[in-house]
């Protein structure tokens, strides 16, 4: 009885030769679009660290283009949002408005209360830090990489009002109702879309459907007590306002205004140039 003999099994093996090995990491970097990577890659051939882990090489050749990534992400963010400034807390004065919880401030710059689905309320008169602080919060959301939508009270009820006439508040109101953060900054500046916007209820229209979805911070010249006359409208201003204050963190900036106290030290600083020139002026007609 015969059997028949298994052929060997062998193992085919390719060992690459370094220039080679390289020639494919160019092309796949290149094939990739991972232009920091290939820059970080030509750096580290030619002057390979000493006394550096696998793991750390790797890393040393992948943070370039993790950066770039995150810079990239970041930016795209800001311009989505519609910053007008880019406002930082580190920036903010806030031995300026001493009787401005500090804590409280640097505690929602963690951003906690966006994932709560929490809302911030500023209010306080012109010139307070009230919007300074808003955008502050708001580039800290888009560098956390979240969806952001800044606007000016006047500005969104102008794109409202406008829908109205063409019948196209749905998709109107929907870069208002959707993004992770909502600022609406300066209510109660505007005048001329005021009276349209109450008639149609268009901050309801905007505010109700984010009511314990998604988070907003207003900055606003009216007292909270004082929307149902800002509104005209007051059974409907006392629902939106026991919904906004509901789950929200309410910051009352009572203090001096920041631009008025720039524009005297600005008065101060030109008087104080003047008057060289004046005494010289009359010593020369001695």
Same mark, same amino acid.
């Given at each position: !009885? ?22 494919? /990491? ?20 030619? &002057?390979?660290? =000493? %006394? ?33 400034? $880019? ?7 806030? %031995?300026?408005? +001493?009787?401005? %919880? ?42 956390? #990489? !979240?969806?952001? $939508?800044?606007?000016? #009270? ?6 409202? #009002?406008?829908?109205? =006439? %063409? &019948?196209?508040?749905?998709? =109107? ?40 979805? $998604? ?5 606003? #010249?009216? +007292? ?8 005209? &409208? ?7 306002? &026991? ?7 309410? /910051? ?35």
């Amino acid at each position: !009885m015969s059997s028949k003999k298994k052929p060997p099994t062998t193992t085919a093996t390719t060992t690459l030769q370094e220039p080679e090995l390289v020639a494919r /990491i160019r092309e796949a970097l290149n094939t990739l679009a991972l232009n920091q990577t290939a820059k970080r890659f030509e750096e580290l051939l030619g &002057d390979p660290p =000493a %006394d550096q882990s696998r793991l750390e090489w790797l890393w040393a050749l992948l943070q370039p283009q993790a950066s770039a990534r995150v810079e990239s992400r970041v930016e795209r963010r800001i311009r989505e949002a519609r910053l007008p400034e $880019r406002k930082t807390l580190e920036a903010f004065q806030f %031995d300026f408005q +001493p009787s401005l %919880d500090r804590d409280l401030v640097l505690e929602l710059a963690t951003l906690g209360f966006v994932k709560a689905r929490r809302n911030v309320l500023l209010a306080g008169m012109s010139g307070t830090g009230k919007s300074h602080i808003a955008l502050a919060l708001a580039l800290n959301a888009c560098v956390a #990489n !979240m969806r952001v $939508r800044y606007t000016t #009270n006047a500005a969104m009820l102008k794109a409202l #009002n406008a829908s109205l =006439a %063409d &019948d196209t508040l749905e998709e =109107a109101l929907r870069p208002y109702t959707t993004p992770e953060l909502l600022v609406i900054d300066e209510v109660g500046l505007e005048q001329v879309e005021r009276t349209i916007a109450c008639r149609a209820g268009l901050m309801q229209k905007v505010l109700l459907p984010r009511y314990e979805k $998604r988070s907003t911070i207003i900055t606003s #010249n009216v +007292p909270w007590d004082a929307w149902g006359d800002y509104l005209q &409208d007051h059974l409907g201003a006392g629902a939106l306002v &026991d919904r906004l204050l509901h789950h929200s963190h309410v /910051i009352v900036v009572n203090g001096p205004s920041w631009r008025d106290h720039q524009h005297r030290l600005q008065v101060q600083e030109e008087a104080a140039r003047r008057r060289p020139a004046a005494s010289r002026k009359s010593a020369s007609k001695k």
